[in-house]
C-alpha cells in the first residue's frame, strides 16, 4: 500500500477472510432486521381495506413518494385513486411477515396491491407504483418528446442515487455504531456531487422534466427535498444544504403543495404531524386540523 492508502495509525487495517460468514449483527440502529438472506420469519396475513388501492408502507422517503402520488391524484378527482394505507413497522420486522413477502420479495417498504381490476396486481419498488399509477390515470406524465424522456431519466436517476444517500452517507453519517472518516467522507462527496446536479439543472427547469411537474419531482423530493431542507440525518450545516439556491427553490415549491402535504404525514409513527394509517380523507384532515 502507498503511503495515502494506508490505513490511519489507530485503526486496525480489515483483511477480508477467503469466504464471508454472518456472525455477528452489523447495521448499527437497523442491525436487528438485517441478515443475508430472504423470505418471511413469520406467518402474518395481511390487513385489506374497501378501497382499490392498499398500501402497505411506513412514512420514510421511499414510502412519502406514493402516498403524495396518491393525495395528487385525489386532488385532480381521480376517486379510483382511493386507498387504504397500512403501517409497516419495519422496526419491529412486519416486513418480514409472510404477506407481506408475499407481495414485496423483497422485503423493503413500500409495498402495493391494485385491487381494482378482476385480478390483484401486486406491485414492489416505489418507481413501479408511479409509473403503474401515473399510466392507470394518465396523469404526471408528458405524453411524448424529449419531456417524457426527461421525467424517465430523472425518476431513473433518483432509484440509483439515492442509495447513496441514504444507504451510503446516512448509514454512516447517522446510523453507524461508530463514526468513520473514510466512508463518510466519501459519501458525503458524493451527495454533494449528486445536488449539484440537481441544483444546476433546476437553474434552467422548474421542475425535473421542465415546465411539467411529474413522478420525477415525487420520486426525488422525500429524498433531495427533505435533505436540501435540512431534514435528513441532522447534516444540514456539515452537507451546507442552505447553498444549493435553486434545489432549495424546488424543494420549498413542492412542499406547498396541499397535496404532497397530505403525502407526506401518511404512515407516520412520529413527528407532530402524523396519521398512522390512512382509510379516508378524514384520517388526514384530522391530523391537518388538530391545530
Do not use: C
Amino acid at each position: 500500500m502507498s503511503d495515502e492508502q494506508q490505513a490511519p495509525e489507530n485503526q486496525d487495517e480489515y483483511v477480508p477472510p477467503k469466504i464471508w460468514e454472518w456472525n455477528q449483527e452489523s447495521g448499527g440502529r437497523f442491525a436487528n432486521i438485517n441478515r443475508p438472506i430472504a423470505g418471511a420469519t413469520h406467518d402474518k396475513e395481511l390487513p385489506i381495506g374497501n378501497h382499490p388501492i392498499q398500501l402497505y408502507s411506513l412514512g420514510t422517503p421511499n414510502g412519502v413518494k406514493v402516498t403524495v402520488m396518491l393525495e395528487e391524484l385525489l386532488a385532480l378527482g381521480n376517486e379510483g385513486a382511493e386507498y387504504d394505507a397500512w403501517l409497516i413497522n419495519i422496526g419491529e420486522g412486519d416486513q418480514f411477515g409472510s404477506g407481506f413477502v408475499d407481495i414485496n420479495p423483497n422485503s423493503k417498504i413500500p409495498a402495493m396491491m391494485d385491487r381494482s381490476g378482476k385480478q390483484p396486481i401486486r406491485l414492489f419498488e416505489s418507481a413501479s407504483m408511479l409509473v403503474h399509477l401515473s399510466e392507470k390515470f394518465g396523469e404526471f406524465m408528458p405524453k411524448d418528446g424529449q419531456a417524457r424522456a426527461e421525467a424517465y431519466s430523472w425518476l431513473f436517476w433518483q432509484m440509483g442515487s439515492a442509495p447513496y444517500l441514504g444507504g451510503g452517507f446516512g448509514h454512516f453519517y447517522a446510523y453507524a455504531p461508530y463514526k468513520m472518516e473514510y466512508p463518510i467522507n466519501r459519501f458525503a462527496m458524493e451527495v454533494k456531487r449528486q445536488m449539484d446536479v440537481l441544483d444546476r439543472h433546476l437553474a434552467d427547469n422548474e421542475f425535473l422534466a421542465g415546465s411539467a411537474y411529474t413522478i420525477a419531482d415525487m420520486a426525488t423530493w422525500p429524498w433531495y427535498g427533505a435533505l436540501a431542507s435540512g431534514l435528513l440525518y441532522d447534516s444540514k450545516e456539515f452537507l451546507q444544504v442552505h447553498t444549493y439556491e435553486h434545489l432549495n427553490r424546488w424543494a420549498k415549491q413542492i412542499a406547498e403543495r396541499p397535496a404532497v402535504q397530505r403525502g407526506a404525514i401518511v404512515n407516520r409513527p412520529w413527528g407532530d404531524k402524523s396519521a398512522l394509517e390512512r382509510h379516508s380523507a378524514a384520517d388526514i384532515d384530522a391530523v391537518l386540523n388538530a391545530d
